[in-house]
């Protein structure tokens, strides 16, 4: 049921009984009448309301007549009264029966609606009816209840409970099946239309149905979850939904998907989603009725209403209504679970609901977005607007899969959209990009080939980008790309179109979510088009001090000893390096970009990346001080020295202490740095010295000095190993004591790989990323994967070795581990062969991963399993597709 008098469009009827088993869903439950007694009390339950009928009359206090004839906003035939004819007492019972109305009436049918609201409203409990159910096609009983007072907006906003509903009981299907269904549904979200609701049938046995005897139905609502029940038998649950959050404590997703709400903030005034208890975390009251035809009815079964079955009255005969409180906690009524064997498994019980799935907000930081490359990303649909052609992806000798679009007759625009009305895939959903994070240096880029070309000469090629469900747009010529590429027929041609050229034409990039490409409208015809590697992207901020040669807008820098510092040649790792000296004058050295000192005068904005970031540097002590008191120290500024951090050196991630004659990597993350106080928007100044006064005598080398974003290696993803590993990740043994070694594969398409030995000590081996690094794949959750190529050089001595994967968040705060057949390619490891497995990010992260701080990745025979194993891997990398 629902409380509303909106016109219903008549969707339903395109709808079969074997489609829409009910207003919450399809799903049937077998029933197991032996799975709890019953006839037992329960637990706890404290009887607080009650009406057995045992009186002559309906009880005023207790029952509230509705009388109208609205139609229950269902498009229902039947008038509510107050007539005695449609409602009354009797042998202990309450009778509802529906009517043929008099001739010339509003509506061909008559009944009755009963409520208890300000007579009895009830928040948390148990609400039982025992009844016998009325049958025919059009009848429709119900038990139900909804919010006394509308805390959170109208229906549905502040929720609905159906407690038993069923629809045309008795009618029989052309294969002779009785209907035997009976529904709990869930009503809630935000306003008509765009409301939701969940909820499941429960089929009863074949020689069992509800219009033929009376039977117990209930529910049990308590804080955060709700339970259905026939005749003591659990059937459904639904709860709260749960959201998961990442390590940055973004909302990225919901453990479990249960209802929702939308309402304004009372603090804010904005329309807000919430993932907690509400909507049902208010009074409710209950309702009984019996409605003739609507939409549901009308629309399942043998369809629209069987005048003979209500020639003589159509019964709902209801024994007794009781609501219990759960004495042991009231306030939430948590405590008196009415549960089964197997409840916990939620296989057959849990309902999933119809929450809308968060996407982390921004944060300001840059975050790629790949529409299409290869395959298609279910987040953002190919889509023709207009035309009713479906663009497909064809293979192009050049680029692999390519989407194809056409322009026919009827004028349209083509391209790729991300709102939830277009989102088709299952694992699909509206995915706004915000693009308010980099919007000085971010772009859109694709790559388009025109396969035919306009019939009408006169056809110019636009691009047009759109946000927020079209309340802005930017729309321009195709030529007026940064390049000023001009599409020629035949070719292959890449365009780049700046955020900041299409802000300033009044486009709002923080929710873009429709991309198009297209011949001017109603010139198309005729135009076959093919679009790849769509993109919306941007360098993640990245300043390097000193790599193989000095920044010349960074340069070395002598504070006050009057050296110049100078580039050496060091090791073979190394090259070309910068060397400081320090003499007997008191300084500090390092590199300085203010033009004073001869720097380029571009101090370097780290905001974006505060934090993920990491400043990074290695050093060796050629001669160490001559002090014997001194310690070494870092130190940056920031805008001229307005702010400014110095640390010891033993404060990195590291934590180690220079070795003369030894190079040292040392790492700081820029969040600790901004925390101690530094503006890290305008960093002008990085030094590396002893302390001041003591530092006579040093002379030290530094390399591969840099501030970064580990988790932005690539826009498109991280090689974690390929010849050797990735920056900041390590082949790694865990706890078997082996060293994993770089070895040269007989096959030389391989080259170098990392190879594993196990022996005797169960361990786990892989690749691990140092400490403060990790990987942030959320920028391609829905296209990106996880693969890997292995080779078995050496069975493990145990036939019962199982291989296995497993990858982890920083710290194993999340880990998911699964066997390698479980991977996309599904195959078994064969010795001598090099085989490649294949693991989805969506795969990963729906079965737990914090996809946005990964940092180990292993491959290995079951724990305990694996002494005797040589295995070799290469290519190991987090990719989008």
Known sequence: MKNTTMQLSRLLATMTAATLMGCGGSAKTESDFTAVDPAQPVTDWELVWSDDFDGSAIDSAKWTHEVNCAGGGNNEQQCYTDDPANSYVADGMLHIVALPAEEGAEKPYTSARLNTRYKGDFKYGRFEMRAKLPSGQGSWPAFWMLPTDYVYGGWPKSGEIDIMEAVNLKVVDAEGNAESNIHGTLHYGREWPNNVNSGKAYEFPADKNPADDFHTYAIEWQEGEIRWYVDGYLYATQRKSTVRYNSKDEAVGLSHRGWFAEYYDQITGELTTHWDNAPFDQEFHLLLNLAVGGDWPENVNNLGIDADAFANGQEYVIDYVHVYQCASDPDTGKGCETVRPGYNDYEDALVEGEAPIPSPPSAGTVQNLTIFTEAANPNWPAWDCCGGSTPMIVDDPDMGGVYEFYVGAQPTVNGFISRAEFITDENGQASPFDGSGMLENGVISFDMKIVSAPSSPDAAWLFKVESNNASSAAELPLTDNI????????????????????????????????????????????????????????????????????????????????????EEIDDDEHGMVAQFSIGEAPTVMGFITRSANGGGDKPFDASTIVETGLLEFEMKVVDAPSSPDSSWLIKLESSDGSTAVELPITDSVEGVVPVTGEWQTYTFKMADLAAAGLDVSAIDVFMIFPAWGTGNGAVYRVDNAKIYDPSAVSANGIRLFADVAADGWSIWDCCGGSTPTVETDEDDSKGAVAQFIIGAQPTVMGFLADEGVFYDASGFLSTGVVRFDMKVVSNPSSPDAVWKFKIESTGAATAVELDLTDSVEGVTPVLGQWQTYTFTLEQLFNAGLDISDINVLMVFPAWGTGDGAVYRIDNAEIAAQ
């Open 483 to 566: 390049d000023g590429v001009t599409p020629v027929v035949g070719e292959w041609q890449t365009y780049v179109f700046p955020l900041q050229m299409l802000a300033d034409m009044g486009l709002d990039v923080s929710a873009i979510d429709v991309l198009m490409v297209f011949p001017a409208w109603g010139l198309g015809e005729g135009a076959v088009y093919q679009l790849d590697n769509v993109e919306i992207t941007a360098p993640a901020p990245e300043l390097v001090f000193f790599e193989d040669g000095e920044n010349p807008d960074w340069v070395m820098w002598d504070c006050c000893g009057g050296s110049m510092p100078t």
